[in-house]
């Protein structure tokens, strides 16, 4: 759980505009997240439906950018992180362990 906390904070650090129409859905989240192709996917691999509906409901619902979600949603790894996306992740830090923890 760890790892996937970590690994969140690595990929907002690699996130930014990809272009885009708006903010992603959190079943589009909750897609990428359930999707072993996804960089994102990958981590939370073996999670079940309610922990990544949990961390894509924190993810929809913080402060980070309309194009840091659509980077997740996209599998975007070369993006590059918007001005304050790194330090909103840091604020659902919490939110998200909540969410893996139960």
Known sequence: MKRTLAAGVFLAA???ACG???????????????????AMG???AGAGDEVIEC?????HD???S??????????????????GDDEALLEIQD????????
């Open 14 to 16: 690699a996130l930014s």
């Open 20 to 38: 885009g129409g708006g903010r992603p859905s959190t079943g589009e989240i909750e897609d990428a997240l359930k999707s072993d192709d996804n």
């Open 42 to 44: 990958a981590l939370t």
């Open 55 to 59: 961390v894509a409901k924190a993810l």
């Open 62 to 64: 913080s402060d980070l």
């Open 66 to 83: 309309d194009e840091a979600l659509q980077a997740i949603v996209d599998n975007d790894t070369d993006a590059e992180a918007e001005d």
């Open 95 to 102: 939110e998200i362990a909540a969410c893996v923890v139960g």
